[in-house]
C-alpha cells in the first residue's frame, strides 16, 4: 500500500493511478461510488487528494491490516485466535500447510491457498498464512501419538 513518502518524479504516474483506482474502489455515498471511473479521482486538487488518501488508508487499515500502518502484535494475536476456532481450524491447518518441500528445507507457499502470485498477495494475506504456520506448528507440537491398531 502507500506509504508516508509520496513519490515524485518517474513514480509519480504510477502512484497517481493506484491512488486513483483505490479512492474509486473504495469510496462509496449513498447513491453508489463517489468515483464511479477512477480517472474522476484524479481531478481532485493535490491536498485534497492527499487527505482524502490518509483517512481512506487509515480507514482500510481497520479492516485490511497492512504491515505499515496496523498494529500488528494486535492483528497476529486477533488472527491466531481466529484461526484456533473450531469454526476456522480446517482451513487454518490447509492454509498452513501450503509449503513446498526441497532438499534446502520447506519454503512458504501462501500463494498455493489463495491462488495468485506471490507478489500479489497483500499484507492481511501475508499475516493470515503466518497465523496458520503458528497454529498448525503449536497443534503438531501438542500432538500424541497414535494408539496402536485395533487387532
Known amino acids: 500500500m502507500l506509504d508516508g513518502v509520496r513519490p515524485t518524479g518517474a513514480t509519480q504516474p504510477h502512484y497517481e493511478r ?8 473504495s469510496l462509496h455515498t449513498p447513491d453508489g461510488l ?38 500488528l502484535p494486535a492483528w497476529e494475536a486477533a488472527l491466531r485466535d ?29 500463494d498455493l491457498w ?10 492481511g494475506q501475508l499475516m493470515a498464512y503466518r497465523a496458520a504456520r503458528d497454529v498448525l506448528r503449536s497443534l503438531a507440537g501438542a500432538s500424541t501419538a497414535a494408539p496402536p491398531p485395533f487387532r
Request: with cysteine.
Open 18 to 25: 493506484f491512488r486513483s483506482a483505490v479512492l474509486a474502489a
Open 34 to 71: 463517489a468515483f464511479p471511473d477512477p480517472a474522476d479521482a484524479g481531478y481532485l486538487q493535490a491536498d485534497e487528494a492527499d487527505a482524502l488518501t490518509d483517512a481512506c488508508f487509515a480507514a482500510l487499515a481497520i479492516c485490511s491490516p497492512t504491515y505499515q500502518r496496523s498494529a
Open 114 to 123: 489463495f491462488g495468485c502470485a506471490i507478489g500479489a498477495l497483500t499484507d
Open 82 to 110: 481466529g484461526a484456533r476456532d473450531p469454526s476456522n481450524v480446517l482451513d487454518a491447518l490447509s492454509l498452513g500447510a501450503c509449503v513446498e518441500h526441497g532438499f534446502a528445507g520447506t519454503t512458504p507457499r501462501p
